[in-house]
């Protein structure tokens, strides 16, 4: 397929679910800041913007600071109506490799985000979390019902897992960098629409190990690190079969393998020891594959612009 | 500015948002505002927001046969820290001495030979349970989670007007109403320092292992409902995802050789702790109803035999029969040598003639009471009474004198509650929950209220057209409360923020080529 859509299609599967990870994360936060008469609102604000790399000056930050900025600002890519309205851009020039009724859940997702911003400021910001988790489930559903197992859908779900590790890491960093007690542990669970599974995986409360082990480590559940991982690379070992009969020649799929096994084969005592390396080794592990499969797959042609001066200069 | 409390007058009760003056009590003055901001049309979009929520999650009762969302209502019932905190004491020191007359009962029955309470009193209780004489529960524990009824009199103070210590129900509809409540009116919480409930679940499950057999490392815990068909069956499905454990009806349960089991596709699988959510009649065909098709054959020889724990513990009922209530401040006396910090509301014991004719007397002045109910059945308020119902439970009360009680009528508090047009006062109670670790006993910081709807009504009961309120417990001002401590992992102050995602391809040059080869036409 053209390297033009292949990139199309892998940031489509990035941005869908990073608007559909900021509304869990957001939902939960906003409500658990509300709720919780302990939290401060200061600190905790600038925790959530700081899971997006996002530092913000102001003083203080309050929630409808970090709303505006984390779900409302069309500008901002790292924003859910950005990564939205990015997500609908990029089908656009795929729009022939989608299904219809693909492109056309992208575009009238995209068509009533500003109905849907005005109502989230009468009705509450819920409302408009539970659009963008609805809608990026049916566009999930739709990609999984209507699309051939073919490279396409192979980018697209690339591109989702490889975000959906990066978000998970990025809460976990959140959540490590402060003192948390039980009730963060559940939020933060919740954040990543864990909690019952967690729950009826350990059958007992959250605290800081069982969080971490379950986040990143559980085999089962498609929202952990390593099981993201996993699928990541079956995508990647589809898109570029094995050649010779030694090694690997993927580059990405070579740090997705030793990200994952440097999940795999560690205790859990052994990960929280040093949590905080661990997650920025995983995070930089997803920067170098979004990077190393741009590089093979995508191949940037940096648009050529003709200069007339340059041109004179070298003569 | 809004018209919400344009009608609003307070009748002679205890009203909980205004003082005789008129004016918002301290606790209310930040909400108050917050309302006169709001116009009823503003208020009918929430209400219309909160009823999708619940009609979506499930959250209904059927009403005569039709699903209704739950009736939340919208205008919170706000408690002050310091009047909290006489109700978390006195509610567990209720269950302390309670917890510690369950367990003389049925051993040696101290207080019954000391004569504090007469020893017939006891054996007469309906839900007094022979079998259960001689069973020890494993940390000493029977009741595991207890609800008291609280009602606030005229004079602004609370008063206890029932123990719940069988199955006491509401606790998933408090945890719900917090969660409806803060996506629906988001800006009331942000302006008030209101504690949380949604660790209750967490604790239970912490106080149901802990009171499992001895020797069991890793209890499994299961919650033991009636069946879809039960009227408290979201709460039974709630708790048990909540403390994700598995949810089992009577037939999913089998007892060998005084082993309870639960029959799961990897064959029988031992159970160790049962929440029940069944009445002690239901629980086992064995021994209590022989016709019962909802329990579970055995299990009490099960409990006897130490093998499995049943929580609330079975027998529980004698200590909340009605009749039994009237002696719970001579109990606090006795086994705890405290004062009770909650009054009871005043009641008779008809037993004694002379306050058997005192009530019959003034019949249609006040409240009688099955001692053995439990979820307001049964009930006769004298004032709302016809001459019809007074001469029958004067028939009642003359046949048998041991199994009723009366009671004085309170004049329940009244808060804002929105009805028809805008905020009209209406009558509620308060129903905490605490459970028992056997540690300590816990009182979650909120509560069940609920309200009674009909003009003028005290009958607050749901099945009764009750509806309910979010019940916050403002944290000391000044203070936060501390933060719970769990030192076991590293931290970092000073890392570094992530780097921001990767913001993507971007060819603006491009599109702006694209846009101006314009193609068509011409």
Known sequence: MLSRIAESLYWVGRYVERAEDTARILDVHIHHLLEDASVEEDVACRALLGVMGITDASDPVDINRVTERLAFDASNGTSIRGALVAARENARGAQESLSSELWECLNSTYNSLPSQVERAARAGPHAFFSFVKERSAMILGLTEATLSRDDGWRFVVLGRSLERIDMTTRLLMACFGEPCGPSEWVTTLRSCGAHEAFLRTYRRPANASSVAEFLLLDRLFPRSAFHALGVAEECLAALEPRSGRAGLEGKARNILGRARTQLEFRSVGELIAELPRHLDQLQAACAQAGEAVALRFFHHTKAIEWSLEEAVGHT | ?522
């Not at chain 2, 001495?97 to 003389?104: C, H, I, K, Q, V």
């Not at chain 2, 967490?202 to 039960?230: K, M, W």
């Not at chain 2, 006795?334 to 008809?350: D, K, Q, S």
């Open chain 2, 1 to 522: 500015m809004g018209d919400l409390l344009d009608h609003y007058e307070a009748d002679s009760a205890w009203d909980e948002m205004f003082d005789e003056a008129g004016r918002p009590r301290s606790a209310y003055t930040v909400l108050h505002q917050a309302l006169q901001t709001l116009s009823e049309e503003d208020f009918g979009t929430r209400c219309a927001a909160r009823d999708r929520a619940f009609r979506d999650q499930g959250i209904t009762f059927s009403l005569s046969g039709e699903e209704r969302p739950f009736p939340l209502d919208l205008v919170p019932r706000v408690i002050p820290a310091g009047e909290w905190s006489v109700i978390e004491q006195g509610v567990a020191q209720r269950v302390r001495a309670l917890e510690m007359f369950l367990s003389d009962v049925y051993s040696e029955g101290q207080i019954l030979a000391d004569g504090v309470i007469p020893r017939s009193l006891v054996t007469t209780a309906t839900q007094f349970r022979r079998p259960v004489v001689g069973i020890h529960p494993a940390n000493g524990v029977r009741v595991h989670v207890a609800g008291v009824d609280l009602v606030r009199g005229g004079d602004g103070r609370f008063y206890v007007l029932e123990d719940n210590l069988r199955t006491p129900s509401g606790i998933s509809y408090v945890i719900e109403n917090r969660r409806t409540m803060a996506r629906v009116f988001p800006e009331l919480f942000t302006s008030h320092r209101v504690r949380q409930v949604d660790s209750y679940p967490a604790r239970l499950l912490e106080a149901l292992r802990a009171a499992a057999p001895e020797g069991v490392a890793d209890p499994t815990v299961v919650v033991l409902t009636p069946g879809v068909h039960n009227s408290a069956y979201f709460e039974h499905t709630f708790l048990a995802g909540q403390m994700g454990v598995e949810l089992v009806e009577g037939r999913d349960l089998v007892c060998r050789e005084n082993v309870v089991f639960m029959r799961s596709t990897e064959g029988d699988q031992r159970v160790d702790v049962v929440y029940r959510r069944i009445d002690d009649d239901y629980l086992d065909p064995l021994h209590f109803r022989s016709n019962s098709l909802i329990g579970c054959p055995g299990i009490v020889n099960a409990a006897r035999f130490g093998n499995v724990t049943i929580a609330n513990a079975m027998g529980n009922g004698v200590a909340d029969d009605k009749l039994v209530y009237t002696y719970v401040p001579d109990m606090i006396s006795y086994y705890l040598h405290e004062e009770p910090l909650l009054p009871n509301v005043g009641t008779y014991r008809l037993e004694d003639t002379d306050q058997l004719h005192y009530a019959l007397e003034r019949l249609d002045q006040l409240v009688f009471k099955p001692v053995d109910g439990s979820g307001g059945h049964g009930l006769v308020i004298g004032p709302a009474a016809g001459e019809e119902e007074l001469a029958r439970t004067r028939d009642a009360l003359l046949s048998d004198s041991r199994g009723w009680v009366a009671q004085e009528v309170v004049q329940l508090s009244t808060s804002p509650t929105h009805v028809g047009g805008g905020l009209q006062p209406r009558h509620i109670d308060l129903r905490p929950f605490a459970v028992n670790d056997g540690e300590r006993v816990w009182v979650a910081p909120g509560g069940l209220t609920r309200v009674a709807l009909p003009e003028g009504s005290l009958v607050v009961n749901s099945s009764q057209g009750g509806g309910s309120k979010d019940t916050w417990v403002l944290a000391p001002s000044g203070s936060r409360p501390a933060r719970p401590a769990e030192a076991v992992h590293v931290y970092v102050a000073d890392r570094p923020p992530s780097p921001p995602p990767d913001p993507g391809p971007a060819n603006q040059a491009q599109q702006q080529q694209q846009e101006e080869e314009v193609e068509g036409p011409c």
